[in-house]
């Protein structure tokens, strides 16, 4: 049963993308971490254009914090350990190349797990890595 233009079931053409994470190396408190996701998608559903600006009648100010990633993205998130996990960037990464990279800033040593999430901006697919740090 169709609702509108949405049809979840199976004859749905849009697959999750899939994700891998290149291996990493050791990881220490004193040298933040480069992470690489490895994405590929079936590019459904297709990206939809950036909103065209409005011209701000005159006096508005808008401040722009940036905007966000269309299409494929890999968002990183610590999903556990000892203490906080920073990521630079922080937020969606876009997919560039099949690759989206962050890099890791761990304020303690111990045992960590790191959830990345690709998302095609409909469907999602998560990967967690598990390592020591030092």
Known sequence: MTRGNLNPGDDDPN???SITVAP???ASVSNPLTLTALVTDDGLPKPRPPPKPRSAPVGQVNISTGSRPRGL???WLEYRGP???????AGPIAVSGGE?????????PGIYV?????SD???????DITFTVN
Request: glycine share 2%.
């Open 24 to 26: 990493i190396a050791a």
């Open 100 to 108: 989206a990279v962050t890099t890791a800033h761990f304020t303690a």
């Open 114 to 118: 790191l959830r990345a999430t690709a």
């Open 73 to 75: 993205t890999v968002t």
């Open 121 to 127: 901006g409909a469907l999602s697919t998560p990967i």
């Open 15 to 17: 697959r999750p993308p």
């Open 83 to 89: 203490a906080k996990v920073t990521f630079d960037p």
